[in-house]
């Protein structure tokens, strides 16, 4: 069964990590000052950055870090 996702699930480069937040694989801008890829209600995700259009994985603080997946 596939996922549709193609992408990797491991933080191997230098500006990448996983936010002990919300879960989601982020990664640092070049100069350090955003973090792009925090799930849509993390206190982590900047404030200028628009709702996105995925209407599955949003952060919610009473459900963990697992970005709201489920089994």
Same mark, same amino acid.
């Given at each position: 069964?596939?996922?549709?996702?193609?992408?990797?699930?491991?933080a191997e480069k230098d500006r990448e990590f996983f936010c002990d937040? *919300?879960?989601?694989? *982020?990664?640092?801008?070049?100069?350090?000052?955003?973090?792009?890829?925090?799930?849509?209600?993390?206190?982590?995700?900047?404030?200028?950055?628009?709702?996105?259009?995925?209407?599955?994985?949003?952060?919610?603080?009473?459900?963990?870090?697992?970005?709201?997946?489920?089994?």
């Amino acid at each position: 069964m596939s996922l549709g996702y193609s992408g990797s699930f491991t933080a191997e480069k230098d500006r990448e990590f996983f936010c002990d937040t *919300c879960g989601a694989r *982020c990664t640092r801008s070049i100069n350090g000052d955003l973090e792009y890829g925090h799930l849509v209600g993390c206190p982590h995700r900047p404030d200028d950055f628009k709702i996105g259009t995925s209407e599955g994985r949003r952060y919610r603080p009473d459900e963990g870090s697992d970005g709201g997946a489920s089994a």
